[in-house]
């Protein structure tokens, strides 16, 4: 079997969550950059393959998907089933699907609120709302952390790795997480994670973006 071909942007959190999923996996993957600031997402060869086009994106032998939550999912039921990644135990899954649900319908959206008006909308401010939304889901993921070590208990499971990719991103970009003890602790201990390096080097490159907008206070 051909390696899975991954398309990928190291900027993206998305698509640096499903690389630490390969990573943590050790999956034989082939990864093709999307340059995302020179639209090649746009490209009618990238449209065809996803006409949504987003990535992560992933080509595995012909079956393609997209969607981090959906790739990460597929990719532990399909190679590692046994993995704790993704527990099999109903109850355990369920608060690993409810926090993938808050990274992608909660924490993700409020740092995007934040990068879009900057970046997309030339806002010179972040607005006190969208700032008090960014650090209440802080707060949650703080809460979550100070009930295990690990987001959804004592192991490390996909909600690590989604919320991990997230979280390093708002702090890189200057959020005061002092108050969120647990929160820094748990931050120390993904320093452990396979791809470490790989996702801080993606959230460096973005960081350099972002600022180049905005250098004010998150
Ligand atoms: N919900 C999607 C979000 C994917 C997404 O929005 N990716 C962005 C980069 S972070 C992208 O590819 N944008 C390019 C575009 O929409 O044209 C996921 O989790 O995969």
């Given at each position: 079997m051909?390696p ?9 959190g ?40 987003t990535?992560?994106?992933i080509d ?5 998907l ?55 909308e ?5 607005s ?91």
């Amino acid at each position: 079997m051909a390696p899975i071909i991954f398309y990928h942007n190291a900027l993206s959190g998305p698509s640096r969550f499903v690389l630490l999923v390969f990573r943590s996996l050790r999956l034989d993957v082939e990864i093709r950059n999307i340059d995302l600031r020179s639209q090649q997402q746009l490209t009618p060869e990238f449209i065809k393959i996803n006409p949504q086009h987003t990535v992560p994106t992933i080509d595995d032998n012909g079956f393609i998907l997209w969607e981090s939550n959906a790739i990460a999912q597929y990719l532990v039921e399909t190679y590692a089933p046994e993995s704790p990644l993704y527990p099999k135990d109903t109850k355990a899954r369920a608060l690993v699907n409810q926090r993938l649900q808050f990274y992608m319908g909660t924490l993700l959206q409020r740092i995007r609120a934040i990068i879009i008006g900057v970046i997309k909308e030339g806002e010179k401010n972040i607005s006190d709302l969208k700032r008090s939304h960014l650090y209440e889901a802080l707060g949650y993921t703080n809460g979550f952390l100070s009930e295990s070590d690990w987001i959804a208990g004592n192991h490390v499971t996909l909600a690590d790795l989604a919320i991990y990719v997230t979280v390093s991103t708002i702090v890189s970009f200057g959020a005061d997480i002092s108050e969120y003890k647990f929160l820094g602790a748990w931050l120390e201990r993904c320093k452990t994670l396979p791809g470490f390096e790989e996702n801080s080097e993606g959230v460096k490159t973005f960081t350099a973006v972002f600022k180049s907008f905005y250098d004010g206070k998150v």
